[in-house]
Each structure stands twice: as C-alpha cells, then as structure tokens.
C-alpha cells in the first residue's frame, strides 16, 4: 500500500530565531519513499542537517520575525502488515542485554523509575515475564489513562499521568516505558505518523502520534497502550528516550503556534 503523509505548521516569531527541528521521517523507512520529504519553509531560509545521538535526523534553521511555516508532502510504500505480535517473546536478563539498550532501563525526563518501582513489582512481579508482561502493562495503562486532547500537557510525566489517570499518546508512552523499565525491559519512545488505516470511522483529528518500542529477545518490538491493538501503517520519525529526546521542534525564543495540519492517508 502507499501512504501520503507530511504536514504544515505555522509560527509567529517576533524576532529571528534559531530552531532546531525533528520532524524527517527516520532513516530506517528512507528506502520506503518513494520521493523525499524534503523540508520546505516560507519564507525559504538555509537549512543544515544532522543525526543527534539517537540516529535521528535533526535540521537547524534560524526563523525570520513574522509568519513562517515549515510543511512537508510525500509518499511512503508500506507492507500494509499490521504492528507485529510475538506472543513467545522472552525477556532477556539484564546481564545479558545488548549495552545498546542499557540506557532504556534508566529513569529519564519524563519516565521517573524511582517512583514507580514498588508500584511495577506489585503489579507485574508474580505474573508472566516477556511478551506477557510488558502486554500487562499496556493493558493497565489502557484501562488507566482516560484519552482526551483536552487533557494534553506538555509538562506531564508519568508518574503524573499514573496519579491524574489522564492524558493523550505520549502520557500512555510515558507511563508503560516507566513501567517496563521498572521491571527491567528496556523500553525507548517513539513519534511518528499514524493514520486511520484498518479502523472504523468515525475519525479523530490527525495529529502526530507517540508509541513506544519494548527490547524483548534479541530485537526491539513496537507496543502502543494507546490504542492497545496491533495498527497498520504506522511510519516513525523519531526514538529516543523520551519525548524531551524526540520534541518535533525546539524554538529558542518567544513564538505562537499559528497553524497546525498533519496527514497520513492511504492512497486509493
């Protein structure tokens, strides 16, 4: 199947100001584009390029005052193949994981493992290890976290998500990484487009989408608490270990957001 997705946002600026942005589809999917997702800004202005510690492909521009909008439009192939499941996925000792993954097993910005740890053992310690486990803990943050964009904060962690019980994809993200790091799963998070593909209307406003990816066997395997069903055509951006790591922009300066659009629709 072939996908179009890209995007346009708006910011006003008051003054020129550097940005740094991640919003390129990750590398790993280039080979799936069948054009590139250029970045286009108006007014045009120079732009540099780089790969951050995560891999992820970043782009630093300085935004003139006034309107200015960043956009993108392309055309991915995708398998069509739904996100897979590996129910006899086992979970590898800590002494035995890749030192790739160690840092997913650390407390980070957004993931407190300190103050969720009594909490995972409780919940999670006596029952299935593997697959199981961290599909337990999707299925809690499932049932936990109450959806709503009236809920979004920017601002919320997982522990906060864990107490308020509500919260959009990334507080889902937040909270089952934390949880799967407490029982000592690595777990890292993701953002990208994810579009309607394979589900029943009526349809919600596109948006941005965070999952994340838990570090079972020998390879990582993506989980979403959010919609806790395997998705088609889901496309990453970017992982990291927390949404901090992956922020789809970093202005450094004032700004308003002026517009905000994003597709991902299956092209007929």
């Known amino acids: ?7 346009e946002i708006a910011y006003l600026f008051p003054q020129p100001t550097p940005m740094i942005l991640t919003l390129s589809i990750h590398y790993s999917r280039a080979s799936d584009l069948l054009r590139p997702d250029h970045l286009l800004t108006k007014p045009a202005v120079p732009t540099t390029a780089y790969r951050d510690l995560f891999g992820n492909w970043c782009t630093r521009l300085v935004a003139p005052a006034g309107r200015f909008v960043l956009s993108t439009d392309t055309v991915i192939h995708d398998s069509g193949a739904l996100d897979v499941v590996a129910p006899s996925a086992p979970q590898t000792p800590v002494e035995y994981l890749p030192e790739s993954t160690l840092l997913y097993l650390l407390g980070s910005r957004y993931c ?39 809920h979004a904060r920017r601002t919320r962690s997982a522990f906060e998500a ?26 890292r998070y993701c953002t990208g487009y994810l579009g309607d593909v394979g589900t029943l209307p009526p349809y919600g406003t596109m948006d941005f989408a965070g999952w994340f990816e838990a570090f079972l066997g020998d390879r990582w395997y993506t989980f979403d608490a959010r919609n806790n069903v395997p998705r088609v055509g889901r496309v990453l951006i970017a992982q990291g270990r927390d949404a901090s790591d992956v922020a789809l922009s970093s202005t450094f300066g004032p700004n308003e957001l002026d517009g905000f659009k994003v597709w991902c629709d299956e092209v007929q």
């Open 1 to 7: 199947m072939k996908i179009q997705l890209g995007f």
């Open 162 to 187: 864990f107490k308020e019980g509500q919260g959009v994809c990334r507080d889902y993200a937040h909270l089952a990484i934390t949880l799967c790091r407490c029982l000592n799963i690595p777990a």
């Open 112 to 150: 407190e493992t300190d103050l969720l740890s009594d909490f995972a053992w409780q919940r999670f310690g006596t029952g299935p290890t593997g697959w199981g486990r961290v599909q337990a803990v999707c299925d809690f943050v499932h049932q936990h976290i109450e959806f709503g964009y009236q």
